[in-house]
């Protein structure tokens, strides 16, 4: 049985009945895609993405070069913003909703009709199991409907892939750290595309710890962008929180502690020395978490012999942490790649680009490919939160 080297990748050539594990855990490392491979030729050509494991609905088209065509994103925030959170049940209803209308606009700011399309990759899993039905329900449908194949994506995955998005030469091998509101993961990818677990969080993922942090100091929904915006009129160092390292050396992340001492300080104050200092606590419990994740992830770097490193996932889209990282790279003499902002946070541009890996290496999903919501954990990822 071949590992398939690369993307994610979860997949069938088509009619073949004989599906083998799609999982093969070696320790804490795990290889991405495991399956038997098919010999089915792919003729390349554009390639459609579509996400929608939480709240984000994304379509987006590649060309057969990979360069993005489109990119599509219709934001649900102002649906779960009064809840302050994601309702999962609104989630799926809205996806319903608008799925058409984003995949037609992704097609027609790329120029192309739906018959140019070659190829269809979807977000499968982790995520919300409803949600992720809408998405996977319609990509076979569309393959079905234009006889092209279509392949099961991880969320995960895609969001390493947006490394390359932007620089297709961003050199391997490489630390990869993915910082989103499911996963802070460390990995170190190889030249065959082959990643390994380096370390992860052992409770809230960094994304997380922004998010219930925000809503500790009474911020909107999604709270990452909120303290960021915040903590730009606050001084980093006017309160100190706790960094959590763990025992030295280790490469695994924890959150948990950092977000019960914002609750703990913030019971103590009068309501409106909180209200007064609100800026100073969103810089400092910010740069707590930062600095963790710039100091973890440069320690991986060193430690595992790369001389490159890659942050992605929504949390990448944080402007200290963002600074910070350039700041290393330039005075550490490192490659670093940092996608744009449109491609840190959910979007389908990433899913298109681990897809179209998978259809260059044949995979094909079957037609009842399905939803998985917790398909990180079938990657045995230690500290996954799903
Ligand atoms: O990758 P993503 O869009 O979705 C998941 O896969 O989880 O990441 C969402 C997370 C949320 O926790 C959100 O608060 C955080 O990314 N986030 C940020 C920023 N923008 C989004 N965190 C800190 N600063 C930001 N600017
Ligand atoms: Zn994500």
């Not at 994610?8 to 999982?23: E, K, R, S, T, W």
């Not at 994103?73 to 809840?83: D, G, K, M, V, W």
């Not at 802070?184 to 969080?201: F, I, N, P, Q, V």
Request: hydrophobic share 45%; aromatic share 6%.
């Amino acid at each position: 049985m071949p590992a398939a080297t690369g993307a994610v990748l979860f997949g069938l050539p088509q009619n073949d009945a004989c599906f083998i594990d799609p999982v093969r855990v070696i320790g804490k490392d795990f290889i991405m895609t495991i399956v038997e491979q098919p010999t089915s030729t792919w003729i390349p050509g554009p390639i459609l993405g579509i996400e929608t494991s939480c709240d984000e609905t994304a379509a987006s088209v590649l060309a057969v070069d990979g360069a993005v065509l489109s990119n599509i994103i219709a934001s649900q925030h102002a649906i779960h913003q009064r809840f302050g959170g994601v309702v999962p049940e609104l989630a799926s209803r809205a996806h319903i909703e608008s799925i058409e209308d984003v995949s037609a606009a992704a097609l027609q700011q790329a120029g192309l009709a739906w018959t140019d399309l070659t190829g269809i990759a979807v977000t499968q899993g982790p995520g919300l199991a409803g949600a992720l039905l809408v998405g996977v329900n319609y990509a076979k449908a569309l393959a079905y409907a234009l006889n092209i194949p279509v392949v099961g994506v991880s969320h995960l995955e895609g969001h390493i892939a947006s490394a390359w998005l932007q620089e297709p030469a961003f050199p391997l091998p490489c630390v990869v750290l993915v910082v989103s509101g499911g996963h802070t993961h460390l990995y170190y990818k190889e030249d065959s595309g082959h990643c390994r677990l380096l370390g992860a969080t052992r409770d809230d993922a960094a994304g997380e710890a922004f998010d219930k942090g925000a809503q500790l100091l009474g911020l909107e929904y999604p709270g990452g962008p909120a303290i960021d915006r915040l903590a730009q009129q606050g001084n980093p160092d006017a309160i100190a929180f706790p960094r959590s390292y763990l025992k030295k050396g280790s490469l695994d992340f924890s959150f948990s502690g950092l977000k019960t001492a914002l609750l703990y300080t913030l019971q103590v104050m009068p309501e409106h020395s909180r209200m007064a200092r609100a800026a100073d606590f969103a810089a400092g419990y910010q740069e707590a978490i930062v600095t963790v994740l710039v100091d973890k992830a440069f320690a991986a770097v060193r430690s595992s012999g790369a001389h490159a490193l890659a942050v992605v996932g929504g949390v990448s889209a944080n402007s200290r942490l963002r600074a910070l990282l350039q700041q290393r790279a330039v005075s550490e003499d490192l490659r670093l790649s940092l996608p744009p902002l449109a491609y840190c946070t959910d979007n389908a541009a990433m899913i298109a680009a681990a897809g179209r890996q998978a259809l260059r290496s044949g995979l094909r999903a079957p037609l009842d490919i399905d939803a998985q919501a917790s398909l990180a954990c079938s990657f045995g990822l230690s500290g996954s939160s799903c």
